[in-house]
């Protein structure tokens, strides 16, 4: 408990925010659900942040912490995710919001706490039977040993390629109008986000490039593999990273009272599913109009409907306009 409330403190300084956006208790929270993992911690935090955000509150509690958790990774998942720090101001949150996701995931070993029973249970003591786990299928090609060396593969699926390995990936993608998004995700959300996607399965790096027919093809350099849902299942520990392309001019995720081309890109997107002619003019505001535009969005893509223009929230809106964008579907497949 004690170590991750340093890591978030530590982070929140990072991102020139105050160890005060977090009450006690809600460390306390991220620690009981993440159990120290760092890239649950920050997507938990992540989420809590956005939360704070969207109910004009200046402090993350507990409640706001279980409410993330419960989003990112649904009411019965394993593992929780982290919460995101929250800034005294709502301008103040959202920049430290938008710093907190691009700093470098750090690694933060989770302690491991022994529980000893102050006598044997007896013979006749009733025990819970858990579901046997599924052995991992093995796989007949290596994969990489770090996640940044698997961005090469990705960035390829982008049509563009890096020789600078010692860069980080990720400040790499922004140069070109691209972002990092790292996510604790199911294969079924991997399926509905439809991007080619980093995971990690046993304990090295694929991309998984493709889906067809129930088939999924996973690379890592030249080499290439088929496998079953349920051989990808049994390998994959649920943790995804992948790109998405940003509108112009893009910071932090919008919300009202916004303006600038983000704005303008996001009212030519909605004209666009809407089935309207794009406008001619620029200059919008995010106002009450078109905070519910984004959410009834939001409701048809089915996600949350918070009204807020977040990483995912782009993904789908940049699926009207699909044209140099890789997908795990081809258009056939609908």
Same mark, same amino acid.
């Given at each position: ?32 659900? %993440? ?112 996640? %940044? ?186």
């Amino acid at each position: 408990s004690n170590e991750t409330e340093a890591y978030i403190t530590h982070r929140l300084a990072i991102a020139h925010g105050q160890p005060e956006l977090f009450t006690r208790s809600a460390m306390k929270s991220v620690y009981r659900i %993440s159990t120290g993992i760092p890239r649950v911690i920050n997507l938990i935090c992540d989420r809590a942040l956005l939360g704070t955000y969207a109910e004009h509150k200046q402090q993350v509690t507990p409640r706001i912490v279980s409410r993330a958790a419960n989003e990112v990774l649904g009411p019965r998942r394993a593992i929780a995710k982290p919460i995101r720090i929250v800034a005294v101001a709502a301008a103040v949150l959202l920049t430290i919001t938008a710093v907190w996701t691009l700093l470098p995931t750090e690694v933060f070993t989770p302690r491991v706490t022994e529980i000893a029973t102050s006598e044997p249970a007896s013979a006749t003591t009733s025990l819970v039977q858990t579901p046997p786990v599924p052995v991992p299928a093995k796989l007949s090609i290596r994969g990489h040993a770090s996640a %940044s060396d698997a961005y090469h593969d990705l960035f390829a699926l982008w049509g563009t390629s890096f020789d600078d390995k010692a860069s980080n990936p990720c400040e790499l993608a922004t140069a070109i109008g691209l972002r990092c998004l790292e996510s604790i995700a199911t294969l079924p959300e991997l399926r509905e986000l439809d991007r080619p996607v980093i995971v990690q399965l046993n304990t090295e790096y694929f991309t998984l490039k493709q889906i067809l027919d129930g088939t999924l093809t996973v690379i890592a350099g030249s080499d290439q593999l088929n496998l079953t849902q349920a051989e990808f299942e049994s390998n994959y520990n649920g943790i995804a990273q992948m790109l998405w392309r940003m509108p112009p001019a893009y910071q932090a995720p919008l919300k009202k009272n916004d303006r600038g081309a983000a704005v303008d890109w996001l009212v030519t997107q909605l004209d666009m599913i809407d089935g309207h002619s794009p406008p001619i003019e620029a200059g919008f505001t995010f106002n009450d109009s078109l905070e519910e535009r984004v959410r009834d969005f939001q409701r048809r893509a089915g996600l949350s409907p918070n009204g807020i223009v977040d990483p995912v929230t782009w993904i789908h809106l940049n699926d009207v306009e699909a044209m140099s964008i890789p997908t795990l579907y081809s258009r056939d497949q609908g």
